[in-house]
């Protein structure tokens, strides 16, 4: 476990922290450092835990899972955030399940120019998203009836809103606290499992 503020371990923790840390475990049965940093306000896990299952891992989100987890990393490169990008880039690499398109979105992505392997409506999300994280005071209603041209629905809208919401929040916790993979087992999918594990 690694970050600027101290991160309570199981032993150490009291009832209502084991509690949250039971809601917090991974599909390995581990917690990861991004939720154990909020291991002295069990409340602020037990929000965090909700909010990032509700944005990505939601059996009723629409957008391709691939596509969630690419935008999620985007977002990290954008805001230089190591440990999402580890995370994150690891379940896109997965999902997407060929190297050299993965080789190529990754090198675009790190470039910043999205442009040169998508188009269509994941072009739109991925410009959407750099914007919203970038300059989220100059948003304006053409950047949303921008996705609505590229063929996506208000639902889908919402869902890569959310998405580009909560990696900047995400991003900003762990490069405010200094948290990195240090213990983590990287990536939602372990080496061997199936995608619906």
Not at 59 to 72: A, F, H, K, M, V
């Amino acid at each position: 476990m690694s970050a600027w503020i101290s991160m309570l371990t199981d032993a150490e923790a009291s009832p209502d922290l084991l509690d949250a840390l039971q809601l917090a475990r991974t599909p390995h049965g581990t917690v990861d450092n991004v939720m154990r940093v909020h291991s002295h306000r069990p409340n602020t896990m037990r929000g965090h835990v909700a909010l990032y299952r509700a944005a990505l891992h939601d059996d009723t989100n629409t957008l391709p899972e691939w596509l969630q987890e690419t935008i999620s990393s985007y977002v990290s490169i954008l805001n230089s955030c190591n440990y999402s990008l580890a995370n994150h880039w690891a379940n896109a690499r997965h999902l997407i399940n060929d190297d050299a398109k993965a080789d190529a979105i990754e090198t675009a992505l790190h470039a910043n120019k999205p442009e040169t392997v998508f188009d269509g409506a994941e072009l739109a999300l991925l410009r959407y998203a750099q914007k919203l994280t970038l300059s989220p005071g100059t948003m304006e209603e053409q950047d949303v009836d921008a996705l609505k041209q590229a063929g996506l629905d208000d639902g889908q809208i919402l869902e890569a809103n959310q998405i580009v919401g909560y990696f900047n929040y995400v991003n900003r916790l762990l490069n405010g606290l200094g948290v990195t993979t240090d213990g983590d087992t990287v990536g939602y999918y372990a080496k061997g499992e199936s995608d619906d594990t």
